[in-house]
T-cell receptor
């Protein structure tokens, strides 16, 4: 079974630009979560989507947004990029069966975003 | 104070040693505890998953949870150079069936031949 895939793997942007990152969960997984990983702050939760609805949100400004499609694929968008947004952005998927979400989260390889 | 505390290391051990990695936490609502391994420039890989207190063993890995002390551990027996990576503890509570993982800072482990 294929794992979580994320595209692109690397991105370089300049301050003020916006960026869209994509995530395809493991087949059959319908919950997708996004995390930001930086050397200073570690791994921090951004948001979680299930059934095309945001279910949970971390403490990030409104410049960070996401969405989920009917096929469970998800995108996250960062507008008006700042230097501090340089990070590894990780997507994780979880299995949901009969409305019950399994707690194990499986991560993709991440998208490394560099803001210049 | 962070919800999850983890010594970042680095921890350097000889091949074959028993490695002990630990995390402490402050939120008594945490019920699910996980350990992830992350190699350089890769995403975290789920190693162990436990619910509530107790021990769980999988091959060379043993996870322990002590909810009364708010302390979790991961033991690696017969450590190998291929175990060299960053180990992250993660935990979550339940909130309406949807939850987020709170991670420790990660401990860098180096196993030298």
């Amino acid at each position: 079974k294929a794992g979580v895939t994320q595209t692109p793997r690397y991105l370089i942007k300049t301050r003020g630009q916006q960026v869209t990152l994509s995530c395809s969960p493991i087949s059959g997984h319908r919950s997708v979560s996004w995390y930001q990983q930086t050397p200073g702050q570690g791994l921090q939760f951004l948001f979680e989507y299930f059934s095309e609805t945001q279910r949970n949100k971390g403490n990030f400004p409104g410049r960070f947004s996401g969405r989920q499609f009917s096929n469970s694929r998800s995108e996250m968008n960062v507008s008006t990029l700042e230097l501090g947004d340089s990070a590894l952005y990780l997507c994780a998927s979880s299995l949901v069966v009969g409305g019950q979400k399994y707690n194990e989260q499986f991560f993709g390889p991440g998208t490394r975003l560099t803001v210049l | 104070q962070k919800e999850v505390e983890q010594d970042p290391g680095p921890l350097s051990v000889p091949e074959g040693a028993i490695v002990s990695l630990n995390c402490t936490y402050s939120n008594s609502a945490f019920q699910y505890f996980m350990w992830y391994r992350q190699y350089s420039r890769k995403g975290p890989e789920l190693l162990m998953y436990t619910y509530s207190s107790g021990n769980k063993e999988d091959g060379r890995f043993t996870a322990q949870v002590d909810k009364s002390s708010k302390y979790i551990s991961l033991f690696i027996r017969d450590s190998q150079p291929s175990d060299s990576a960053t180990y992250l503890c993660a935990m979550s509570e339940i909130s309406g069936g949807y939850n987020k993982l709170i991670f420790g800072a990660g401990t860098r482990l180096a196993v030298h031949p």
